[in-house]
């Protein structure tokens, strides 16, 4: 079904697509219009300069999804049968689009300068977070570093322990050998002692 249009229908066109695009967004129209085209409710050519005329709106709007209500179909199919040129009342159809037929709407975006400002506050607290984050791996570290000196500390304490303790041993090796070697040098003189002795006694 094809639908040529004109430029006295493009008000009834731009009130269609605010009625669909305030319940399902910019980011869901094409699959709305998709279903349409596939329904044989619309052509491609509708379909195409609706999309185009969404891009230009300054409002932008974001829906949950695609999908209208049974009530919502019917009066977009008042307004594809008014671009048809078929006899629908304006005041009717307008005072229906009126009425809140959706309890979700799409929602509409920010204006740009508070987008910015939403930007601008975000880029701010990522980077806040990251020096936190930095700061906090700092700290982290710093700790690490002090367990682990810690942790050497001891080991030194204990290697100075042993050091000593075979130090010591050492010593006692050492005077052990000493006392060795005097009684050795004893021994000698007192056998030395008994040999001259007996000679003398010859």
């Known amino acids: 079904m094809e639908q040529e249009i004109e430029y ?6 731009g009130q269609w697509l605010m009625f669909m695009l305030e319940r399902v967004g910019h980011n869901n129209l094409s699959r709305l219009l998709d279903h349409y085209e596939n329904l044989g409710w619309i ?5 195409d300069k609706l ?27 008042l307004y594809i049968e008014k671009l048809q040129g078929k006899p629908v009342e304006i005041p009717l159809l307008s005072a229906i689009t009126q009425i809140k037929i959706s309890q979700t709407k799409a929602k ?8 910015v ?4 506050i975000e880029s701010h607290r990522l980077e806040k977070n990251e020096l936190e984050f930095a700061v906090q791996r700092r700290e982290v570290t710093i700790t690490n570093l002090e367990d682990e000196l810690e942790k050497r500390d001891l080991e030194i304490g204990k290697l100075k322990d042993i050091i000593q303790e075979l130090e010591y041993q050492l010593n006692e090796y050492l005077d052990e050998i000493k006392k060795n070697r005097i009684y050795k040098g004893i021994l000698e003189e007192n056998i030395r002692l008994k040999k001259v002795e ?5």
Do not use: C
């Open 8 to 13: 006295n229908e493009e008000k009834t066109l």
């Open 43 to 47: 052509s491609m050519d509708v379909s």
């Open 51 to 77: 999309v185009e005329l969404a891009e230009t709106q300054k409002q932008r709007y974001v829906g949950p999804s695609w999908t209208l209500s049974a009530e919502e179909h019917r009066i977009s199919m």
């Open 108 to 115: 509409p975006l920010q204006p740009e300068r508070e987008t």
């Open 117 to 120: 400002r939403e930007s601008y």
């Open 198 to 202: 007996f000679r003398n006694n010859i």
